[in-house]
């Protein structure tokens, strides 16, 4: 397919956009915006959900900005059923951002041009759905997203282009996620024309390189203290805001929601157990300690872990499960 046919207004590459949560939107609004190149025909996304304490029927942000833009929207609980009305729908290219559900080989193999993914990561590392947590957790010096092409396997496809953000070792998940979401939106169109114009040769993954990341639980943010101070200090991080990182106290969960980045040396204390530093909440772990900087007991509000400590002087000594 030539550029010229791309740009004839006649020859408007059809597109199935399908996306959920709010990652997905620079890369949906890019589409939108380069209305000469794409007819986006459908977007897919999941259900609305109830959110909430009041359980209120909510629609994910990837429905939202579709229908302010007039676009048709689909959400069906499975998409392993939609075969039929993809093929009415008689689009060139899918292109897929966090839709959360796995897109089988009969859906896959009806676009002319294929199926087309923005993934979290820099390829073939962190194949899988917590690839914005890995890099965090592991400490790395950078990561990134990944376009390519899809297919059967989990993120095994081949390579169209490659973004990436350098990390500092201050960032959260919050932090990364914008950043990357962001990144993808950004390359996205540029990445799917000269796809199409043939300026792009898909690049096959090295195997050997390639590494999984199991999706996350909520109890996957239970702290075991026994570790580094230096790996609790990355998970938490990693894991806020979601799945959240958490001990127990006295049978109550209390919630570690942020964490100084600098380590502190190892006391004589027990492992878990609180004590002062410089007037601050600190905790030991199984190497080195850490300070808290803001918690959160069940049943209360989330508070900075020094007014905490004024209002809760007996808390020192006291040992985290």
């Known amino acids: 397919m030539s550029t010229a046919e791309i740009k004839n207004i006649n020859k408007k590459v059809r597109v199935i956009f399908m996306g959920t949560p709010e990652f997905a939107l620079p890369s949906l609004s890019a589409l939108i915006k380069n209305g000469d190149y794409w007819e986006i025909v459908g977007v897919f996304t999941q259900p609305d959900k109830p959110v909430g304490r009041k359980q209120i029927l909510t629609a994910p942000p990837v429905k939202t900005l579709a229908e302010a833009n007039g676009l048709p929207v689909y959400q069906p609980d499975k998409i392993k059923n939609q075969e039929l009305l993809i093929k009415s729908l008689a689009p060139d290219l899918i292109v897929v951002v966090a839709y959360g559900k796995i ?3 009969a859906i896959l193999d009806i676009p002319a041009h294929g199926c087309i993914n923005v993934h979290a990561s820099l390829l073939p590392k962190y194949r899988g759905a917590a690839c914005l947590n890995a890099p965090i957790l592991n400490g ?3 990561t990134g997203v990944t376009i390519m092409q899809m297919e059967a396997g989990l993120d095994t496809g081949p390579i169209l282009r490659q973004a990436k953000i350098k990390l500092t070792g201050q960032e959260n ?8 979401s962001k990144l ?3 390359i996205l169109s540029e990445t ?18 390639a590494s999984y990341i199991s999706t996350l639980k909520k109890g996957d943010g239970r702290i075991a203290w026994s570790d580094s101070a230096q790996k609790i200090e990355r998970m938490v991080r990693a894991y806020n805001p979601w799945p959240g990182t958490f001990a127990y106290y006295q049978n109550k969960i209390i919630k570690i929601i942020a964490v100084d ?9 027990k492992i878990g157990q609180i004590f002062q530093h410089e007037g601050k909440l600190a ?31 007996g808390f020192i000594d006291q040992i985290l499960s």
């Not at 980045?261 to 204390?269: N, Q, V």
């Open 140 to 142: 790395d010096e950078e």
């Open 192 to 209: 799917l024309q000269d796809f199409l114009t043939g300026k792009i040769t898909p690049q096959k993954q090295d195997e050997t390189a």
């Open 103 to 105: 897109i089988p080989p």
């Open 173 to 180: 998940l919050s932090d990364v996620h914008d950043r990357l």
């Open 261 to 269: 980045s600098k380590i502190l040396a190892g006391t004589d204390k």
């Open 283 to 313: 905790i030991q772990c199984g190497q080195d300690s850490l300070l808290i900087l803001k918690l959160q007991i069940e049943g209360k509000t989330a508070i900075n872990a020094i007014d905490f400590l004024h209002g809760n002087p």
């Open 184 to 186: 993808g939106g950004e």
